[in-house]
């Protein structure tokens, strides 16, 4: 194999399990054009300030909690409840596999978050958010994006 190929092929690894971190107006773009603004009465800002809080914007983001249940991706949306990984367990009530909240397209993420906020009457399953979105002016989070 050339040099040029195994350059190539390593590189293809790399974006593979590389993580993804979206900007911020990136993330209002998707998060408009996927009808979050005011989804449930949730303002825009509330769901770029959430997925702040929650990981960074980092769409790979897993953090493995004392009961053993993991949380994934953006939203941090937990597997216990929401999604499936290997246990029996799960209620997986999103109807997705974990994995698939670690995508760099959002789409199945953006859903199951919707879910949530529908199911559990609002955005408190996600403390990030309660701790330091809820109740804030949040107009700053959508400033100098391209969205409405
Ligand atoms: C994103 O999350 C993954 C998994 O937790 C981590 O390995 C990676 O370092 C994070 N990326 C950044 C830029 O923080």
Same mark, same amino acid.
């Given at each position: 194999? *050339?040099?040029?190929? $195994? +350059?190539?092929? $390593?590189?293809?690894?790399?974006?593979? !399990? =590389?993580?993804?971190?979206?900007?911020?107006?990136?993330?209002?773009?998707?998060?408009?054009?996927?009808?979050?603004? /005011?989804?449930?009465?949730?303002? +825009?800002? /509330?769901?770029?300030?959430?997925?702040?809080?929650?990981?960074?914007? /980092?769409?790979?983001?897993?953090?493995? +909690?004392?009961?053993?249940?993991?949380?994934?991706?953006?939203?941090?949306?937990?597997?216990?409840? #929401?999604?499936?990984?290997?246990?029996?367990? =799960? *209620? /997986?009530?999103?109807?997705?596999?974990?994995?698939?909240?670690?995508?760099?397209?959002? !789409?199945?993420?953006?859903?199951?978050?919707? *879910?949530?906020?529908?199911? !559990?009457?609002?955005?408190?399953?996600?403390?990030?958010?309660?701790?330091?979105?809820? &109740? *804030?002016?949040?107009?700053? #989070?959508?400033? &100098?994006?391209?969205?409405?």
């Amino acid at each position: 194999m *050339k040099a040029a190929s $195994v +350059l190539a092929l $390593v590189a293809g690894f790399l974006t593979v !399990t =590389e993580s993804k971190i979206y900007t911020r107006c990136k993330l209002a773009k998707i998060f408009a054009r996927a009808n979050l603004d /005011n989804y449930m009465g949730f303002s +825009l800002g /509330n769901w770029i300030c959430m997925a702040y809080y929650e990981s960074h914007y /980092n769409t790979t983001a897993r953090k493995v +909690l004392e009961d053993g249940s993991i949380d994934y991706g953006i939203f941090q949306i937990n597997s216990f409840t #929401w999604c499936r990984d290997k246990r029996l367990s =799960e *209620k /997986n009530y999103c109807h997705v596999a974990c994995s698939a909240l670690l995508m760099d397209d959002l !789409t199945d993420a953006i859903i199951c978050a919707k *879910k949530i906020a529908k199911e !559990t009457q609002g955005m408190n399953y996600w403390q990030g958010w309660k701790k330091h979105c809820d &109740g *804030k002016d949040l107009s700053d #989070w959508k400033r &100098g994006c391209d969205v409405s």
